[in-house]
């Protein structure tokens, strides 16, 4: 599947002559858009690279990446099994992705957020009892091994990014991005790393601790350079990171005023979130007259669902 560029869109000047510029994953065309789409297709093309027939994703019941190959499978015809672990709290949420995902015809088997492994190894088990060769996405029953596919879908689009700038006729000083697993923020340090470009990448941690969450960054790094990463230090602050789907009336009053103002829709466990995250940045790191590009990554889903 080949995407024209998503679109970069102008949104505001702030009083210190900061100019911040929007790149819109969000519209990427294909079931609600979002980096989940870069990244499912990679698991597609390397699940169907391996010969394997029958695809097995963990996600809960908000995942982005979990409507996306779900959508993925039932175009191609390929079974799809959703392990899908409860809240932390035990709840089961309704919510327009895991909805999606039944209407695709995916499989899903609730599970907790503990004992993933013997889930996995069930669901393995299973569908290898089946006669079927199942694919589970992070690699084995352990989540090792499959670190590097996710890798390459934000690597690949760096080249997208050089070229608007080039258009464009400058260069952005910063890019800031809402960081969960850090597969995303990976990507673009890879491309920044082999392609080059100056752009300070910051990651907003959703929910993971800054030492946790550069921990994670580093790993995808690692495994898709198939080396120890030496380049400049991966910017991640936990400074806004809450637990996962949780934000603050702050967040919420923020992502309100700029779909009012300006039109653009956030959800408040991703992007909303790292929108914030990054208008709280700007002015602790006292930015000025610098060229801001954020990472819309997507999420609008959540956004109905009011999360
Ligand atoms: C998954 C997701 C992210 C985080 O991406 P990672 O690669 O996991 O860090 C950000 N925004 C949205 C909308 C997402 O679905």
């Known amino acids: 599947m080949e995407f024209a560029p998503t679109p970069i869109q102008f949104l505001w000047e702030d009083e210190q002559g900061n100019r911040l510029y929007v790149k819109r994953e969000d519209l990427l065309p294909y079931s609600f858009?979002?980096?989940k789409v870069r990244i499912g297709l990679e698991y597609l093309a390397?699940?169907?690279?391996?010969?394997?027939?029958?695809?097995?994703a963990y996600g809960n019941a908000r995942s982005n990446l979990c409507r996306v190959l779900s959508n993925l499978c039932c175009a191609k015809g390929i079974p799809c099994t959703i392990?899908?672990?409860a809240d932390d709290d035990g709840q089961r949420r309704p919510s327009f992705n895991q909805r999606f995902c039944e209407g695709f015809g995916a499989q899903i088997v609730p599970c907790l957020k503990t004992g993933v492994r013997e889930t996995v190894e069930r669901a393995l088990n299973e569908s290898e009892r089946q006669g079927r060769k199942p694919y589970?996405?992070?690699?084995?029953?352990?989540?090792?091994?499959?670190?590097?596919?996710?890798?390459r879908a934000y690597r690949k689009l760096w080249p997208e990014l050089l070229r608007q700038q080039a258009e464009l006729g400058f260069s952005f000083d910063r890019l800031f991005l809402a960081s969960g697993t850090g597969m995303t923020?990976?990507?673009?340090?890879?491309?920044?790393?082999?392609?080059?470009?100056?752009?300070?990448?910051?990651?907003?941690s959703i929910a993971r601790s800054e030492e946790n969450g550069k921990a994670h960054v580093r790993r995808f790094l690692e495994a898709f350079l198939g080396e120890e990463y030496?380049?400049?230090?991966?910017?991640?602050?936990?400074?806004?990171?809450?637990?996962?789907?949780v934000s603050t009336p702050e967040m919420a009053a923020c992502a309100r005023e700029v779909f009012r103002r300006y039109g653009m829709p956030m959800d408040l466990t991703?992007?909303?979130?790292?929108?914030?995250?990054?208008?709280?940045?700007?002015?602790?790191?006292?930015?000025?007259?610098?060229?801001?590009?954020?990472?819309?990554?997507?999420?609008?889903?959540?956004f109905f669902d009011g999360v």
Not at 136 to 146: K, L, V
Not at 230 to 245: C, K, M, N, S, V
Request: glycine share 18%.
């Open 270 to 302: 991703y992007v909303g979130k790292a929108y914030y995250g990054m208008t709280q940045e700007i002015r602790r790191l006292g930015l000025r007259g610098e060229r801001i590009l954020f990472l819309h990554t997507g999420g609008t889903p959540l």
């Open 33 to 35: 858009g979002g980096n």
């Open 46 to 56: 390397d699940m169907e690279r391996q010969g394997r027939d029958h695809l097995i």
């Open 185 to 204: 923020q990976a990507g673009l340090l890879c491309g920044r790393l082999l392609d080059g470009g100056s752009m300070e990448i910051h990651g907003i």
């Open 230 to 245: 030496h380049g400049p230090e991966i910017q991640f602050t936990d400074r806004y990171a809450l637990q996962y789907g």
């Open 136 to 151: 589970y996405i992070y690699g084995d029953a352990t989540g090792e091994g499959n670190r590097a596919t996710p890798v």
């Open 83 to 85: 392990l899908s672990p």
